[in-house]
């Protein structure tokens, strides 16, 4: 499957970005979505996860209250709505897909992805 993530870019200390997702194939729908992010100098972290449901999506206790991860199983798209950004935000952002279909738990760490984004850069100035 390839994954394109879009929607990056430059905003101020408290705005909004919307990062966009899409995936190739048909089963889509069958497997948990996830975003990740780098920031310099740092390892990748799990940011926002959902499962092939939308049942229990999961976050980061730095991103909860701000960020919305959602989807279009029709549209095979995964979203992450960003609010009230802050400069310790500023990463690149990876969506993946997890290797396992119809997982009711999403999983938090790399090694249950297989399949990853180019990656899309948010920068928040301060």
């Known amino acids: 499957v390839q994954l394109q993530a879009s929607g990056g870019g430059l905003v101020q200390a408290g705005g909004s970005l919307r990062l966009s997702c899409v995936a190739s194939g048909r089963t889509f729908n069958r497997y948990a979505m996830s975003w990740f992010r780098r920031a310099p100098g740092k390892e990748r972290e799990f940011v926002a996860g959902i499962t092939w449901s939308m049942d229990s999506p999961s976050y980061a206790d730095s991103v909860k209250g701000r960020f919305t991860i959602s989807r279009d199983n029709i549209k095979n798209t995964v979203f992450l709505q960003m609010n009230s950004l802050k400069p310790e935000d500023t990463a690149v952002y990876f969506c993946?897909?997890?290797?396992?279909?119809?997982?009711?738990?999403?999983?938090?760490?790399?090694?249950?992805?297989?399949?990853w984004g180019q990656g899309t850069l948010v920068t928040v100035s301060s």
């Open positions: 993946a897909r997890d290797r396992r279909a119809w997982s009711n738990v999403v999983p938090t760490t790399e090694d249950r992805y297989d399949d």
